[in-house]
C-alpha cells in the first residue's frame, strides 16, 4: 500500500530561522512526488512537483529535494507569511491518477 | 480565469438528511478529483470523474455516496443520510490531463 509519512507534525521557528521538513514515502513505483502548501479554511495550493531522485526545485524561500524514500522541503530564511501546513503527496505509476497525501506537517514562523 | 469554484463553502445537515456538493473545474480542465480532509487527518482520495463517466471510485464508500461529473454544468458529490462521521472538509480538484491538480476551498460539511 502506498504510504506517506510527514515529520515532524508541527514546527516553530523563529522568523530567519531556516529548516527543513522531511516526506518519507513507500509507493509502487514513483510517477510524481507533490508539495502543496495549505491555509486555514482554504483549499491546499500547489508548490512543486518532483518527479525523479536527484531532482531540485526552488520557489523565492522554499526548496524541493527528492531521493528514492524520502523528500525535504527546505524553507530559507523564513518569514511569518511562511506559516502554513505544508502537505507532500505521491502519486504512483501503477495507472492511477489519485494522490496519497501525508497528514502535513503545521509551520508556525514567529515574528 | 475562475480557479476551480465549490459551493456551498459551509453546509449543514441534520443526520438523515442528504447533502449535494457542487464543483465547478477551471475551464478547459476535463478531469475533476474529489477528496476528503477528516479531522486530524491526511486528505483521502474519493472518485476521480472525467465528463460522463467515473474511472476511479476506489475510495468512495460503497454505502450513501455517489458522484457524477454531467456533460453540462458542474459535478457533484452526493452523500444520502448523512451521519456525524461524515463530518468534514470535502475538497475538489480539476486538471486539464492527468498532472497538475488545481484543488477548489472546499466545502465544510458539519451534521448534526
Known amino acids: ?111 | 480565469n475562475a480557479g476551480v469554484m465549490q459551493n456551498p463553502r459551509h453546509l449543514v445537515r441534520r443526520r438523515g438528511q442528504e447533502a449535494r456538493l457542487r464543483c465547478s473545474p477551471m475551464k478547459g480542465h476535463s478531469h475533476v478529483y474529489w477528496y476528503r480532509q477528516l479531522p486530524e487527518e491526511g486528505l483521502k482520495f474519493m472518485v476521480y470523474l472525467q465528463k460522463e463517466n467515473i474511472i476511479d471510485e476506489s475510495g468512495m464508500p460503497k454505502e450513501r455516496f455517489s458522484a457524477e461529473f454531467p456533460k453540462e454544468g458542474p459535478s457533484i458529490l452526493r452523500i444520502q443520510q448523512v451521519v456525524r462521521g461524515d463530518s468534514a472538509a470535502y475538497f475538489c480538484a480539476s486538471s486539464p490531463t492527468i498532472y497538475g491538480y488545481t484543488f477548489g476551498s472546499g466545502t465544510r460539511l458539519t451534521v448534526v
Not at chain 1, 501503477?94 to 497528514?103: D, M, P
Request: one cysteine or more.
Open chain 1, 1 to 111: 500500500e502506498d504510504q506517506v509519512t510527514q515529520s515532524p507534525e508541527a514546527l516553530r521557528l523563529q522568523e530567519g530561522e531556516s529548516s527543513s521538513l522531511n516526506c518519507s514515502y513507500t509507493v509502487s513505483g514513483l510517477r510524481g512526488l507533490f508539495w502543496y502548501r495549505q491555509d486555514p479554511g482554504k483549499g491546499p495550493e500547489f508548490l512543486f512537483t518532483l518527479y525523479s531522485a536527484g531532482e531540485e526545485k526552488e520557489k523565492e524561500r522554499l526548496k524541493a529535494t527528492l531521493t528514492k524514500k524520502e523528500s525535504f522541503l527546505h524553507i530559507t530564511a523564513p518569514k511569518p507569511e511562511d506559516s502554513a501546513t505544508y502537505l507532500c503527496a505521491v502519486q504512483a505509476g501503477s495507472g492511477s491518477e489519485k494522490l496519497v497525501f501525508g497528514k502535513g506537517m503545521k509551520l508556525t514562523v514567529n515574528p
